[in-house]
């Protein structure tokens, strides 16, 4: 197998006492689509927000392509490859839609809308970021909405834009951030086949959480990371992790619906 493009060790991060995430050790390889899943407060957002940069007083190691970037900066991360979206989908809702794609994808981690307006691109690259952007449009099926104002989308239309704006910079590694939440069944499903794709074509990685297990299970993901109390409960395929016992009680919390995980 090839050299991990991220490796997680013995990452933890507490909050006053609480460990929100204990001890996790996990990596991802080039061309991979995992899935990240866990009940409530397991440690998913936390984990992304360690492996971006933006919690301080992390211990553990994180490397990318064998470079350690724990003591790196949200911005320094993201120029290696990565981008992440939010859990709360972070538009700039007084832009259009075409606008918030446009935006230079620098301080994604943190998102800065001064510096990010200001940086001065040239004609051609300006041309190139705007086909760009309409391409994204056209694979996400929203190009018709390119001068809708941020402000006027729904709460999935806006999801999507968030992954459209992650996508732009053609990342290396993408961590998404429950990126269905409160998005319509079908269009979950469309969504989750074009990260597929995306995947099998660019050879990118995708890491992306999802709190229905019964839904990851269908999407195709190459590998799941089952999460529990800020550790890792199992790592598997979606046949393993289906029919583990372990990971249906931590979910559900109990033996008496165990029969109903992962079933058609
Ligand atoms: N910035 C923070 N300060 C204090 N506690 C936090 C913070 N972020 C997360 N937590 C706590 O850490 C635990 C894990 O949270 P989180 O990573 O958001 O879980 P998940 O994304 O799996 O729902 C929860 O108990 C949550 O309340
Ligand atoms: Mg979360």
Redesign the pocket.
């Known amino acids: 197998m090839s050299e991990p493009l991220l490796r997680v060790e013995g990452l933890s991060k507490e909050?006053g006492g609480?460990v929100?995430v204990g001890d996790m050790t996990f990596d991802i390889y080039p061309g991979e689509f995992v899935g990240l899943i866990?009940p409530?407060?397991?440690?998913?957002?936390?984990t992304f927000n360690c492996i971006s940069g933006l919690l301080p007083k992390t211990t553990g190691n994180i490397e990318v392509c064998g470079q350690d970037i724990l003591n790196l900066s949200s911005d320094q991360i993201q120029k290696l490859g990565f981008t992440r979206t939010f859990q709360h989908t972070r538009l700039w809702r007084e832009m259009t839609v075409i606008e918030n794609l446009l935006v230079p994808p620098r301080n994604q981690f943190s998102p800065n809308k001064f510096l990010a307006l200001f940086r001065p691109f040239s004609r051609l690259e300006e041309k190139k970021r705007l086909k760009r952007a309409y391409e994204v449009l056209r694979q996400l099926e929203i190009p018709h909405m390119a001068h809708n104002l941020a402000s006027e989308l729904s709460g999935g239309q806006s999801k999507l834009v968030d992954i459209g704006r992650a996508l732009m910079s053609d990342p290396q590694l993408l961590l998404l951030d429950e990126p269905v939440a409160g998005v319509a069944g079908p269009l979950a499903m469309k969504i989750f086949n074009d990260l597929r794709e995306h995947v099998s074509k660019t050879g990118n990685s995708v890491l992306i959480i999802e709190h229905n297990m019964d839904f990851i299970l269908r999407q195709g993901v190459d590998r799941i990371i089952v999460m529990d109390q800020g550790r890792i409960l199992m790592e598997g395929t979606p046949e393993e992790v289906k029919d583990s016992r372990e990971v249906i009680e931590a979910y559900l919390g109990g033996e008496g619906e165990a029969e109903t995980v992962g079933e058609e």
């Open positions: 909050f609480l929100a866990g409530n407060g397991c440690g998913k957002s936390t």
